[in-house]
C-alpha cells in the first residue's frame, strides 16, 4: 500500500467522524406545512421540552410542497391533510426521498407517517417454495391510501 492511498483513507475516516458529530448536533428541522393553529399550538408543546429540535411554519402557498421544504430546510414535515393528500406527499418524497411527512388527518385524531426507505429481506437458500412464501409474505404488509388500491 502506499502512502498516499493510505493518507486518504484516515482522511476520509475523519470526515465521516466529523459528518455524524455534526449530524449529531445539527438540530431538526419540522416544518409544518398548512397545520391548522390550534394542532400547531398542541405540537408546539409536545416538542418544547426536547433539544435539537427546530420548528418551523411554512405555506404551500402555490408553488408546491418541495418549494415550502427548501424554503425551510427540514428533514420533517408534518403536512394538514386537509389541504396536502397522499399524491401530494408521493410526489414530495420522490424529489426528496430522505424526508418524512407526518399527515395529520381527521382533525388531529389520526395521522401517518410517510418515508422511502430501502427494504431488504433476507430470503436464503432459493427455492420455488422459498420464492413463493418470500412473495407472499411481502405482499401482505402493503398498505393502501384509502382507495381500496
Known amino acids: 500500500m502506499n502512502r498516499t492511498s493510505h493518507g486518504r483513507a484516515r482522511l476520509a475516516r475523519a470526515e465521516s467522524t466529523n459528518h455524524r458529530r455534526d449530524a449529531r448536533l445539527a438540530p431538526t428541522c419540522i416544518a409544518f406545512i398548512d397545520v391548522p393553529r390550534i ?7 409536545a ?5 435539537g429540535v427546530r420548528l418551523v411554519d411554512e405555506t404551500n ?3 408546491g410542497l418541495v418549494a415550502a421544504v427548501d424554503r425551510s430546510g427540514a428533514s ?3 403536512v394538514g ?8 406527499v408521493c410526489r414530495l418524497l420522490e424529489e ?3 424526508l418524512k411527512v407526518f399527515a395529520i388527518a381527521d382533525g388531529g385524531r389520526d395521522g401517518c407517517l410517510y418515508e422511502l426507505r430501502p427494504n431488504l ?3 436464503g437458500e432459493l427455492s420455488p417454495a422459498n420464492l413463493v412464501q418470500t412473495v407472499l409474505r411481502n405482499g401482505e404488509h402493503r398498505t393502501t391510501t384509502g382507495n381500496g388500491r
Request: proline content about 6%.
Open 39 to 45: 394542532l400547531r399550538e398542541i405540537i408546539d408543546e
Open 47 to 51: 416538542f418544547s421540552n426536547q433539544r
Open 61 to 63: 402557498d402555490g408553488n
Open 76 to 78: 420533517f414535515v408534518i
Open 81 to 88: 391533510s386537509e389541504s396536502v393528500g397522499p399524491a401530494d
Open 96 to 98: 426528496r426521498p430522505r
Open 121 to 123: 429481506v433476507l430470503v
